[in-house]
């Protein structure tokens, strides 16, 4: 039995999503060998319906289950999470959406080889999309194993590794078979779903403290191991200078890192133009702020109802608060709804990862570097489709290892990843002419192996009890995020490689690149 509710009922509604889901992604798919039906849908989405597809790219496990377990344990400081991944569409809205929708085509490595060799930054971008796919994929799948010990009472670590496949499998049928028109409308469907989710959750909740706030922060610092203390800063980070500074590090990461994740930034390319572009953030902002509120009464509603010490005893530990309390309000039927959606979400966020990891190889590596721009289209999107396979098996394994680990932490470091290796380089090539070839590799890999190398050497990796090696020490870093380092060493080796390079760039094409950008005339 599971620890809470139906294994059969959860596994019932579960599937039932994914069969409609399938039916629905099998229906709407259009693709014939077209890639940019493949790859962006034919930018036929408008930008309300796409806004909700953003949402629901960006709404991770991470954000369902990482966050409210984190206020659910830690109190405010968790919520903080919530903020820096709100307060990082701010970015988007104002410097990004527009100019990357007028200047590129598919991915992101179309926006930085506009104006410069193609082939090595076209290389660096595929690089740096698939390393920050991988490890955000990594946060996805890891919840997907605690979520599902705790909901289908599947406790061995060979059990989970089987489901982790399972959830891998399903979603390699939602890329392959839908593209990005079905993985779209998958997104839509799960942001729908999980904010209607929410949002009952906290109806219901409020409900039981008459819906009054202050009865139910009382009951949440009564069931805290850290009594009051929940309710103040200082939980999670503050306790010492080293935690500080991991936290300006951590803001730092989310706030500058939702810019530069590519599944974000190929996203503004399925809708017709800037103007579309920049509704859709404004439909994901009202969409994500709504959802994030809601995630701030269940944390502590979970802390109230169920206990932070019957969350840390549960299988998933933080990762089971919301499913926990569900049983608590709704019972066993809310619970089935509300491990479907976790489920859902943890698919779809999967789905969009790896296609934009598929497409961005198919793209930029062989139709751009191997074929030199002559690809046949049948034979890109083909490429794509084998690189989703193969995508989704490194998910699967990295997954299977990372089980167990918090959600939500993982996805900061690919936030980290994210704004090191790709943000720098995409505001200097909008908003910088001088900005030239040399200067964009050496703040892309400058940023990217900064970042690696610093996650390596810190405690995520070794000399600690939550390490993914907790046997070994040669952690010398001592941040668990490296943003704080590695972001702003993008940003300098890219202005070095620049004004030490003897490389002016092709004035004519900085001039192109300007008015395109800012018209999105021959966009």
């Known amino acids: 039995m599971s620890d809470i509710g139906s294994p059969v009922l959860n596994m019932a509604v579960f599937g039932a999503f994914v069969l409609v889901t399938l039916v629905i992604v099998a229906r709407v798919n259009r693709t014939k060998g077209n890639t940019a039906d493949y790859f962006t849908a034919g930018s036929a989405f408008g930008g309300g319906r796409n806004g909700l597809a953003l949402s629901g790219d960006f709404l ?64 660096a971008a595929a690089t740096s999309t698939l390393v920050i796919s991988l490890f955000y994929m990594l946060a996805q799948m890891a919840g997907a194993g605690g979520v599902v010990a705790l909901l289908l009472g599947v406790h061995t670590r060979g059990g989970q590794a089987i489901v982790i496949t399972v959830v891998g499998v399903v979603m390699m049928l939602y890329v392959l078979v839908g593209g990005m028109r079905g993985t779209t409308w998958v997104q839509i469907i799960k942001a ?75 996203r503004f390319y399925t809708v017709p133009n800037a103007v579309q572009a920049r509704r859709s ?80 190889f198919a793209h930029d590596v062989y139709a751009n570097i191997f074929k030199r721009g002559q690809a046949n289209p049948v034979a890109e999107v083909r490429v794509a489709r084998l690189t989703a396979v193969f995508v989704g098996g490194l998910a699967i394994v990295g997954g299977i290892m990372a089980n167990g680990q918090n959600v939500a932490f993982l996805v900061g470091l690919a936030f980290a990843f994210a704004a090191s290796a790709n943000l720098s380089t995409l505001l200097y090539s909008l908003f910088w002419r001088r900005f030239n070839t040399r200067g964009t590799l ?25 390490s993914i090696f907790p046997g070994v020490d040669f952690a010398v870093f001592p941040l668990s995020n490296p943003g704080i380092i590695s972001i702003p060493v993008s940003f300098v080796l890219g202005f070095l490689g620049t004004i030490l390079s003897r490389d002016k760039g092709d004035e004519a094409k900085q001039a192109e690149m300007e008015v395109r950008s800012l018209t999105g005339i021959g966009a």
């Open 281 to 360: 953030v404004i439909w994901a902002v009202a969409t994500m702020a709504v959802f994030y509120l809601a995630t701030l009464v269940i944390g502590y509603g979970a802390s109230a109802l169920v206990g932070s010490d019957r969350i840390l005893a549960a299988t998933g530990r933080e990762n089971s608060a919301a499913p926990l309390l569900a049983f608590e309000i709704g019972g066993t039927l809310l619970l089935g709804i509300v491990s479907a959606v976790a489920f859902a979400t943890i698919l779809a966020v999967v789905a969009g990862l790896t296609l934009t990891a598929s497409a961005s």
């Open 60 to 123: 991770s496990a991470a954000s369902f289950l990482g966050i409210a377990g984190a206020i659910a344990i830690h109190g405010y400081d968790g919520f903080l999470y919530s903020i820096g991944f709100l307060v990082a569409w701010l970015v988007n809205l104002l410097l990004i959406a527009e100019l990357v929708r007028n200047t590129g085509r598919f991915t992101m490595g179309d926006v930085l080889s506009y104006r410069m060799r193609a082939r090595p930054v076209r290389a």
């Open 442 to 466: 050496w703040g892309m890999y400058g940023g990217l192996m900064s970042c690696l190398v610093l996650v390596f050497l810190s405690p995520v990796v070794s000399g600690s009890t939550t």
């Open 192 to 266: 729908s779903i999980l904010v209607l989710c929410v949002a009952l959750m906290t109806v219901f909740l409020l409900g039981k403290f008459g819906f009054d706030i202050s009865a139910l922060l009382d009951q949440a610092a009564a069931n805290n191991a850290r009594g009051t203390k929940v309710l103040d800063p200082g939980g999670m980070f503050g306790q010492s200078g080293t935690s500080k500074l991991d936290f300006v590090s951590l803001a730092l990461a989310l706030v500058l890192g939702a810019a530069g994740l590519p599944h974000v930034l190929m």
